[in-house]
């Protein structure tokens, strides 16, 4: 009777276990259809870059995020989700005063969001890295985008800039997507 | 010195040149303030190189020379550079292999278009290929076999000598489409450096004798920048041991066929023969159902059938001696009874009552209860009647009293002392007994089947037929005067002949 109590229980913790477990193929597919999706709204919003030439910078964003190598799961999904949250606060506390098309950025930053949330439920299963040497350049490296921004009292040429380098960005997050394939 | 004046000259005729092609070849110092986006940039990665092609809005503008320049946002204050490829060109795109390395960079072109020395349009863009950039699929070919079908891709020869890791090819991917029966299967191929050349990619395990379709194109980021090739089909051919089975299975339904046809047929005969599933089904002349009533006549009245009492006789049986002589009362006295009506397993002997006859027993003859029994009528004999018959014949019949003499309807045989031959009921004309008795003919007679008519206003004489054989019982004829069974009239009996009848009419049984 016990044994049986016990196989039974065991059954189901790995019936549960299985079901409750990340898929990654998933989770793939959602942020790979979220950054693309992104990614064309944030075009969408650059006009005439051409005549902010004056204006260009070099922010320096760090070598494993420009290209990825051997990159473990958890770590990509946390590296991934450190810059959904720069993005979206970036533009969320300043594009009112950017003249931009509100429908475009309302969109762009809803899209951000939901792909935030399900990082954030992926994230949850199993124990999170602590901060690593790659977070902390991350963080200095839009630290320098805000700075950037404020030197050059957000002009039009100045967020022009800044988004072309988000866009930038997005190509980085594919990239980090790619990791997650089993 | 004569090359330092060469050398002069040459100055001199290159100082001329760019007097002249000054406006196409100078790069402009400055961008116009104003955005110029009278131009429309495409850029197509074909055969792996990154093509740029343009196309103004305004079509009445039509320059016949074309000078690229670029730069990027990099941030390296990168100067506007001649694309040399593409300076002074008349074609209307422009190969940036060597010039465009990174996907993820925006690159700004700038289009100077001149007609005759005059600049007609200088027209800039922005490009960033990784989500501007369409990909064009790679010519293929492909060649079908029983189970597999063969994709011959068409790379360049060589891919283009960039520094390592560099080329806007490297993070795609080639996907191969096949079709069959409205499924669809992809294959994913990694293009990477050593993918040059014509490429041959199997793909197998397939149907044979089916339709499949192919189509590649290249996979980037956005599935929606890349161009599909057009679709390829093929019908790969049946293998031969298919061709096998289908023989084998059109034999196997032949001769199914077959064998359900004879089975049916040998059913349909035996039900048809009525060896299985009879029917009981009535025949339609005797399908009396809807038949008017008149098609039915009506039965004839039934006549009135005078009472026949069958009376018991126990009389022993009397062995005719073949003897015609004299007919002795003392014989027949002896034996009245005992002959009327006798019944033997020879014949049909017709014994009228004899009242006070009694009953005596042939010598030879066992005793044996007899009782007569009138024929009914239609086969028989009308003349026939109630009562003993006695034909003239060879048959012997026995007269008692009561004994009825035909015309001959009957046979009457002589009478004997020692018993009497039961009367022929099968007359055979007015022949008398003339034959032998060897030569006598006996028939079986059913007296349940015999019906004996009585004559209409016949006298005495005529027995009145039948009548019962037992003393003790005898036909009554309430209406006649004809004494009862004892009293039956009888032609040879010891009783005086009486006019006893048995009754008018057919006496049924």
């Known amino acids: ?182 | 010195m004569p090359w330092t004046g060469r050398a002069v000259a040459m100055r001199l005729a290159s100082l001329c040149l760019m007097v002249h092609a000054g406006p196409a070849l100078r790069a402009p110092q400055t961008w116009p303030e104003s955005s110029n986006e009278s131009c429309i940039f495409r850029l197509t990665l074909r055969d792996f190189r990154p093509i740029l092609s343009w196309e103004l809005k305004n079509r009445s503008i039509m320059p016949t020379h074309y000078t690229l320049w670029h730069t990027d946002m990099s941030g390296s204050n990168v100067p506007l550079e001649l694309v040399p490829e593409c300076a002074n060109t008349t074609r209307a795109s422009c190969d940036l292999t060597r010039h465009w390395r990174s996907l993820t960079e925006m690159y700004l072109p700038r289009l100077v278009g001149s007609r005759g020395g005059a600049t007609l349009v200088d027209c800039e863009g922005s490009i960033f290929p990784d989500t501007d950039m369409i990909l064009e699929p790679p010519e293929f070919e492909i060649s079908g076999f029983e189970d597999h079908i063969n994709v011959t891709l068409k790379f360049p020869p060589a891919l283009p000598k960039l520094q390592p890791g560099e080329g806007l090819w490297l993070h795609l991917s080639l996907s191969i489409e096949e079709e069959s029966e409205g499924i669809v299967k992809q294959h994913l191929l990694q293009i990477g450096e050593h993918t040059t050349g014509n490429f041959t990619y199997v793909i197998d395990k397939l149907a044979p004798n089916t339709n499949y379709c192919v189509s590649v194109y290249l996979k980037g980021n956005f599935l929606s920048n890349s161009q599909q090739s057009p679709w390829k089909c093929t019908r790969l051919p049946p293998r031969p041991d298919s061709e096998a089975l289908a023989l084998a299975a059109v034999q196997g339904l032949v001769v199914l066929f077959l064998t359900v046809a004879v089975l049916g047929s040998t059913l349909a005969i035996l039900r048809q023969v009525g060896y299985i599933c009879l029917r009981s089904k009535v025949p339609k002349v005797l399908n009396f159902h809807g038949m008017a009533i008149w098609a039915f006549p009506e039965w004839p009245p039934l006549e009135a059938v005078a009472v026949a009492e069958v009376i018991q006789v126990h009389r022993k049986r009397r062995v005719w001696d073949y003897s015609y002589g004299d007919e002795s009362d003392g014989d027949e006295e002896a034996d009245p009874r005992a002959s009327a009506g006798a019944y033997t397993m020879h014949g049909l002997a017709a014994r009228p009552l004899c009242p006070g006859s009694p009953s005596s027993a042939t010598p030879g003859a066992g005793e044996e209860a007899e009782s007569l029994m009138a024929p009914g009528p239609g086969p028989w004999p009308a003349e026939r009647s109630g009562g003993a018959y006695e034909g003239t014949g060879n048959w012997g019949a026995e007269r008692p009293g009561g004994a009825y003499e035909g015309q001959g309807s009957w046979g009457a045989g002589p009478e004997e002392e020692g018993g009497a031959w039961p009367a022929d009921p099968f007359p055979k004309g007015d022949s008398g007994p003339t034959e032998s008795p060897g030569d006598r003919i006996f028939f079986n007679v059913d007296l349940n089947s015999v019906l004996v008519r009585v004559p209409d206003g016949e006298d005495s004489g005529a027995p009145a037929g039948f009548g019962p054989l037992e003393e003790t019982g005898g036909l009554e004829d309430p209406e006649d005067s004809t004494p009862g069974p004892e009293e039956a009239p009888c032609g040879e009996c010891d009783t005086s002949p009486s006019n006893a009848r048995l009754g008018d009419g057919y006496m049924m049984r």
């Open chain 1, 1 to 182: 009777m016990t044994n049986r109590c016990l196989l039974r229980l065991t059954i189901l913790l790995c019936l549960a276990g299985a079901a409750l477990s990340v898929n990654y193929g998933v989770l793939r597919f959602q942020q790979q259809n979220s950054t693309s999706a992104c990614q064309r709204l944030l075009r969408q919003l650059i006009r005439s870059p051409q005549h902010c030439l004056d204006d260009t910078k070099d922010f320096q964003i760090p070598e494993e995020v420009k290209q990825p190598c051997q990159v473990q799961k958890k770590e990509a999904m946390v590296v991934m989700h450190e810059m959904l949250q720069q993005i979206f606060s970036l533009f969320w506390r300043n594009f009112s005063s950017t003249g931009w098309n509100e429908t475009i950025v309302e969109n762009f930053l809803q899209k951000l969001h939901w792909q935030m949330d399900r990082l954030e439920e992926a994230m949850q299963e199993g124990e999170v890295p602590s901060e690593s040497r790659t977070m902390l350049r991350l963080k200095i490296y839009y630290l320098g985008i805000v700075r950037y921004l404020k030197a050059k009292s957000y002009s039009r040429c100045a967020w022009t800039v800044v988004q072309v380098e988000i866009l930038k960005n997005f190509s980085f997050l594919n990239g980090l997507i790619d990791a997650l394939r089993d």
